[in-house]
């Protein structure tokens, strides 16, 4: 059954049908191509080309103002681009979808600053990120079922927040602001995560224990993280693309990167 | 399991509710069977006062629902107020009949007045009560609906909503002034006769009246708590306090909002059809942009979130709106103003926040596994 055509004829109001196997054969989950974005004729984007395997960890590093946040914005329906596609492997054009639809799909994100439920404890925060039935009507009666909270269970092990399950989220530390966050991805079954500035303004043990999360995620999920800590991303980098004015400047292994001319060019230009 | 979720584990609700069942059985009671001689009589003007009140509570229970839990703040309910109370007013318009002082048979006075020949199309239906019922629901339900998916599907928040939906309320205002809208212009409708065959004026009726407020704002203040206790209460209270996040996690927040805002509405126009029997008039007035602002203050000042703060404000401020304008009806509207700067300066949660303050653990300091309910509960009363 051809998803696209299916999406479009339900007026974008049902969701397309993600419970069919992600058409992933080519091994890419992810196409971001020519994607160009202008706020008021100010290029954040622009031509921006960038291909995720499944199961890949990638690190997008760049200057500020390199558009890291508003390619994340695309791909998760924020923003829609004046130009080019994003396909969500072979069929599903993402670019056709509102952001909750893509988030019921598989695109798990973390936002750049912490953003979670402060008014709801950790425990009620995994809740509502559960894949369950999101329709308004549904969520009136709706209870959690045993294996919903076996899950809940496993991703609170995950983030290491077990002993927090009942505390305010509001009250919890920076760092485990952050975990929660990726917990309530993860509650998602995501098939790819995107993972905005996960370190900033944490202590090294936190930053430690971070790199460990998501070093342990991939694999069962593509992870793409944005960073610009350089330690860290030396610490879990196996590829690395660097962006700079809205496009990307090169690819390769961290030490490629480093050693390229272009890069020193931008960094130290800056 | 359900009691405990939506009562016993709310204490400001249960008293709340408590005092208005006293007043239900009390207030028939002290007006009825006790002579008017004794000190305890409560005349049938202060039971009406008292029914007007209810409703207003109501009403306010309606606004609390999208603002304090949700966000949203109209700025524009008393439409949906009077929307619901035009319905009523139609039916007890339609219900004068031949008694009427031009004594047409099928036109109300003010028809007969303008010249017009017979009923138009939309007061067909108005002369059976359950059609009128229907109305009282469907109308602002209908009309928020429309609005609501206006409005959210374009993500249109925060002050620009309040502006817009205060300029819904103007533009009745406006239209129903019209003598040619066929709603009796400015004078809106009045000199209603009966009601279900009971003379409006009565006493029994007047007490009946009373009743049916306090029932049904005892039905609304459950339907209410069962919404914020669901898990669709989380995801409301989590579309306050981080829309995008919400978003993220797959929840469609237009949709969330706009059925609370369509169900606030309507809460709003039952009040609005319990109102205007009581007070025997509805007309453009209850449109004022003014009214819908005021009611809030009624909200702000009871404290937002906890639905009980609602009716405890409401109460308090009309209450105290009643014994001012006796002394001094032009300086009502300054003292509003001070009392919501006042509030919002000194009392952030309202008065029952004042109540709430010295036995609740603030949330940050509870760490230990304590059942999830409770917890929810003090994070509500927190925000
Ligand atoms: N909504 C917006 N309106 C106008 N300019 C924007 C908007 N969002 C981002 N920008 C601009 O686009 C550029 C890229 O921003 P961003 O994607 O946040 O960069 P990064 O995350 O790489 O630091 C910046 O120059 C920023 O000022
Ligand atoms: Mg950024």
């Not at chain 2, 909200?299 to 906890?306: I, K, N, S």
């Amino acid at each position: 059954m051809n998803i696209l055509s299916q999406a479009r004829r339900s007026l974008g109001q049902a969701d397309p049908n993600f419970g069919a196997p992600l058409d992933t054969t080519k091994g890419t989950i992810l196409y971001v191509e020519g994607i160009t974005v202008s706020f008021d004729g100010f290029r954040a984007l622009n031509n921006l080309n960038l291909y995720i395997d499944e199961g890949e960890l990638r690190c997008i590093i760049g200057p500020n103002g390199a558009g890291k946040t508003t390619m994340m914005d695309v791909i998760t329906g924020k923003t829609k681009p004046d130009e080019g596609s994003v396909f969500f492997g072979q069929q599903i054009n993402l670019l056709e979808l509102s952001e909750h639809q893509i988030a019921r799909g598989g695109i798990g994100r973390k936002f750049q600053k912490p953003t979670i439920f402060e008014a709801l404890s950790v425990y009620e925060n995994l809740e509502l990120a559960t894949a369950a039935d999101k329709r308004v009507w549904w969520t009136l009666t709706q209870q959690l079922n045993s294996a919903q909270k076996y899950r809940i269970d496993e991703v609170l092990l995950q983030i290491g927040l077990q002993e927090h399950r009942y505390k305010n989220a509001g009250a919890l530390s920076h760092g485990q602001k952050q975990w929660l966050e990726i917990g309530m991805l993860l509650m998602q079954n995501p098939r790819v995560l995107l993972v905005d500035e996960p370190v900033a303004g944490m202590t090294g043990e936190e930053t430690e224990k971070t790199a460990e999360l998501l070093l342990s995620l991939a694999g069962d999920h593509s992870v793409i993280v944005v960073e610009h800590d350089m330690k860290f991303v030396r610490s879990i980098a196996r590829k690395v693309t660097v962006l700079h004015q809205g496009s990307v400047l090169t690819e390769g292994t961290m030490d490629q990167v480093q050693n390229d001319p272009k890069v020193i060019e931008v960094y130290l230009g800056e | 399991m359900l009691t405990q979720r939506l009562l016993l584990s709310d204490r400001g609700g249960m008293i709340v509710l408590g005092l208005v069942l006293l007043a239900m059985v009390l207030v028939p009671i002290c007006n009825i069977l006790v002579p008017e001689t004794s000190s305890l009589h409560i005349s049938t003007f202060m039971v009406t006062l008292l029914g007007k009140f209810l409703c207003y509570a109501l009403l306010a229970l309606a606004v609390d629902l999208i603002w304090g839990y949700c966000g949203i703040l109209s700025l524009g309910h008393g439409a949906f107020f009077a929307l619901g109370g035009y319905a009523m007013g139609m039916y007890l318009m339609r219900q004068i009949g031949p008694r009427g002082q031009y004594g047409d048979p099928l036109l109300p006075d003010f028809m007969v007045f303008l010249n017009w020949k017979e009923l138009p199309w939309y007061w067909q239906g108005f002369d059976m009560f359950w059609f009128a019922m229907l109305m009282v629901i469907v109308i602002p339900g209908l009309l928020a609906f429309v609005f609501g998916w206006l409005a959210f599907r374009s993500r249109v928040t925060g002050v620009y909503f309040s502006i817009i939906t205060q300029a819904l309320t103007y533009a009745l205002l406006l239209a129903f002034f019209r003598n040619e809208m066929g709603f009796g212009g400015n004078n809106g409708l009045t000199d209603f006769k009966d009601i279900l065959g009971f003379p409006i004026a009565a006493n029994g009726t007047r007490i009946s009246l009373f009743l049916a407020s306090g029932f049904m704002l005892i039905i609304a203040y459950i339907a209410c708590r069962y919404i914020v206790t669901s898990r669709m209460g989380k995801i409301i209270v989590s579309i306050r306090d981080a829309e995008s996040r919400t978003r993220f996690c797959g929840y469609k927040v237009e949709s969330y909002k706009l059925w609370l805002f369509v169900f606030s509405a309507i809460l709003a126009g039952i009040a609005g059809a319990l109102y205007v029997p009581q007070v025997g008039i509805i007309n453009p007035g209850e449109f004022s942009p003014l009214n819908s602002i005021e009611l809030v203050v009624w909200v702000a000042t009871g404290g937002r979130g906890t639905l009980f703060g609602a009716i405890v404000g409401a109460f308090t401020v009309n209450y105290g709106k009643t014994i001012f304008t006796s002394y001094s009806p032009e300086t009502w509207l300054f003292a509003l103003g001070a009392l919501f700067v006042i509030v919002t300066l000194v009392l952030p949660k309202g008065l029952v926040g004042l109540f709430n303050r010295n036995k609740k653990v603030p949330a940050k300091i509870n760490t230990t596994a304590e059942p999830t309910n409770s917890t929810a509960e003090t994070a509500k009363e927190n925000v």
